[in-house]
């Protein structure tokens, strides 16, 4: 794989590397992207109609399944030479954080120590009256309906964020602040449509930073990236790694 000298030295010089990520970078740990994800029994609805808070008032039981189905998916899941890649960044970049959508955990998996997880976890749980984080183990998945909070009675919920709902303000303000800040800023494998995270990579373009996209195909973000990587995550991350910094 053949990178720009201009993209080496970027990545070098840099202090402060900002790394957003989609369903992509998990497609080769096993866990299908968002809009792939519907196969088998739940192939005749659409993600976009379960993910909401009204499918949920409606028909609890079936979106509770439908993520007990998903966590599953992502249980035997481990990070892939992406992950690990942009792990590695730590050791050679004074300041990484990655800012991610995807809610399977694996970027801390794979070691990476300041993650902000803008869509929420998969494995928390949280009350959807009285919204308070509620720690349950494993036996939530084996049941069919949702479990009750201990404290209001409610009905618990898988702690990500669905849609029509704000992301978690905090989050999201630190994710924006790192767009700004960051000398190199990198958007791998996500498809950007679904906004306000999509708009990260067009504010640090606009901020004057380095956006670096990675991904096997052409996105909206295309027209705000210096450099444009067409591969996969797990194969561009390590061979940039590897031309970046030849010593390590
Ligand atoms: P998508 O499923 O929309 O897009 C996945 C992207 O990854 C596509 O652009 C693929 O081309 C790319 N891709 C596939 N394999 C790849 C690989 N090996 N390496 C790099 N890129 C690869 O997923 P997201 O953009 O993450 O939101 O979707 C963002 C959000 O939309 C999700 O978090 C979810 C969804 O609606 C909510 O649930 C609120």
């Known amino acids: ?17 900002a790394v957003f990520t989609g369903a992509g970078v998990s497609a080769e740990s096993g866990i299908p992207t968002f809009r792939d994800a519907q196969t088998g029994l739940w ?4 993600a976009e109609d379960l993910a909401t808070p009204d499918a949920f008032e409606r028909d609890p ?55 902000i997880e803008l869509h929420g976890n998969i494995w928390d749980n949280v009350c959807f009256s009285c919204g308070r984080r509620v720690d349950r183990g494993e036996d939530v998945n084996a049941v069919d309906t949702p479990p009750r909070c201990p404290h209001c009675n409610g009905l618990l919920r898988p702690g990500v964020v669905w849609f029509g709902e704000a992301l978690p303000a905090e989050a999201w303000q630190r994710a924006a602040q790192e767009a700004e800040l960051a000398d190199v800023f990198f958007c791998i494998g996500t498809s950007s449509l679904v906004e306000p995270a999509a708009s990260l990579p067009r504010h640090a373009q606009s901020c004057g930073r380095t956006v670096i996209q990675i991904n096997p195909e ?15 995550a797990g194969e561009v991350l390590p061979a940039l790694l590897a031309d970046a910094w030849p010593a390590c």
Not at 1 to 17: G, I, N, S, T, W
């Open 1 to 17: 794989m053949d990178f720009a000298p201009e993209l080496l030295e970027a990545l070098r010089q840099a202090r402060h590397v």
């Open 43 to 46: 192939a005749q609805y659409r």
């Open 61 to 115: 039981a079936m979106v509770w399944q439908w993520y007990a189905w998903r966590r599953e998916l992502m249980q035997s899941a481990q990070p892939n030479p992406g992950h690990r890649a942009i792990a590695e960044l730590e050791r050679r970049v004074p300041r990484v954080c990655v800012i991610t959508q995807n809610v399977d955990g694996l970027h801390r998996m794979a070691g990476c120590s300041d993650v």
């Open 218 to 232: 052409s996105t909206g973000h295309d027209a705000f990236a210096r450099f444009v990587l067409r591969g996969k």
